[in-house]
Nanobody, 121 residues
């Protein structure tokens, strides 16, 4: 699976951004998708994930109620809508794909290149 993420940028605290990740090379609708992030000096962590249908979603506690993950299988794209951004959300955000999925980095076989989100306070 080839994954191309985009949509990062600089935003003020309280603002919003929408990340997108386009997949190619496979039947996208077969894959569970997720977003992870890695802040400077920290390990990569799970942010949000959803099943191939998009019906079942799950989130890290730190982003629940602020972030929404969704997908459009017709466009081979997964999204992460981020509202109420905080300085601690500053990180490089990665999309990931796997036939099974989950909330652990080791479970995902394919990764995008990452897109930087910087939240200024």
């Amino acid at each position: 699976v080839q994954l191309q993420a985009c949509g990062g940028g600089l935003v003020q605290a309280g603002g919003s951004l929408r990340l997108s990740c386009v997949a190619s090379g496979v039947k996208f609708s077969n894959y569970a998708m997720a977003w992870f992030r890695q802040a400077p000096g920290k390990k990569r962590e799970f942010v949000a994930g959803l099943t191939w249908s998009g019906i079942n979603t799950h989130y890290a506690n730190s982003v629940k109620g602020r972030f929404t993950i969704s997908r459009d299988n017709a466009k081979n794209t997964v999204y992460l809508q981020m509202n109420g951004l905080k300085s601690e959300d500053t990180a490089v955000y990665y999309c990931a794909a796997d036939l099974t999925g989950g909330d652990t980095e080791a479970l995902f076989e394919s990764w995008g290149q990452g897109t930087l989100v910087t939240v200024s306070s």
